[in-house]
Structure formats: structure tokens, C-alpha cells
Nanobody, 118 residues
Framework: QVQLVESGGGLVQAGGSLRLACAAS????????MGWFRQAPGKEREFVAA????????YYADSVKGRFTISRDIAKNTVYLQMNSLKSEDTALYYC???????????WGQGTQVTVSS
């Protein structure tokens, strides 16, 4: 059974940092792209960042470039999202997801809440 389990969310002041983790299990994700998405109340879910498991290529939304860093630990089967210089507009439920390079995101975690107080 495929599982993506997020952790690391919480309440932080504006300008602070958090590191989210996504532990993947249940299959090999070596060929997959791992992504982070977020959804704020009343808004659509939006792409945040992605990393290819095999080569480590990274992709970011313009709104987080220079502040967020996505990485993966192959040995631990875990993907991270380091979030620095957090802003109130980063407040959202953050989801981890996985897809094959040419497909849509097939697997999703339950999400972890990030709240940034101004």
C-alpha cells in the first residue's frame, strides 16, 4: 500500500522557518517526481515545488523561489521542503504528492498545516 506521510508543519512567526518532511513507502519511487502543493482556505490547490527522485532536478513556483528548497534523501525515502523567510501568505495545508514524469500526480498525502502569524 502506497503511503505518503507529511510532518513538520506548525505555527511560526513571519520571517521564520519550517522544514516539512514527506516519508514515502509502499513502492519504489525511483522513477517518480515528488511534489509539494498547498491549499489555503477558500483558494485552489497550487503547486509549490518538485524534485525528480532519480536525478534530483528541482522546480519551484515563482512565489517561493529563493525562499523554499526541496530535497530528497534516497536512503530514507523522504522528501523535504525547507521553508525560510515565511510570510503570512504561505499559510496553507501542505501536501506531498508523487507522479511519473509524463503523468499526473497519482499519490497524495493527508497534508500538514503551516500557519504563519504576522
Amino acid at each position: 500500500q502506497v503511503q505518503l506521510v507529511e510532518s513538520g508543519g506548525g505555527l511560526v512567526q513571519a520571517g521564520g522557518s519550517l522544514r516539512l518532511a514527506c516519508a514515502a513507502s509502499g513502492r519504489s519511487f525511483r522513477s517518480y517526481v515528488m511534489g509539494w502543493f498547498r491549499q489555503a482556505p477558500g483558494k485552489e490547490r497550487e503547486f509549490v515545488a518538485a524534485v525528480s527522485w532519480r536525478g534530483g532536478s528541482t522546480y519551484y513556483a515563482d512565489s517561493v523561489k529563493g525562499r523554499f528548497t526541496i530535497s530528497r534523501d534516497i536512503a530514507k525515502n523522504t522528501v523535504y521542503l525547507q521553508m525560510n523567510s515565511l510570510k503570512s501568505e504561505d499559510t496553507a495545508l501542505y501536501y506531498c504528492a508523487a507522479k511519473l514524469p509524463d503523468g499526473g500526480y497519482d499519490y497524495w498525502g493527508q497534508g500538514t498545516q503551516v500557519t504563519v502569524s504576522s
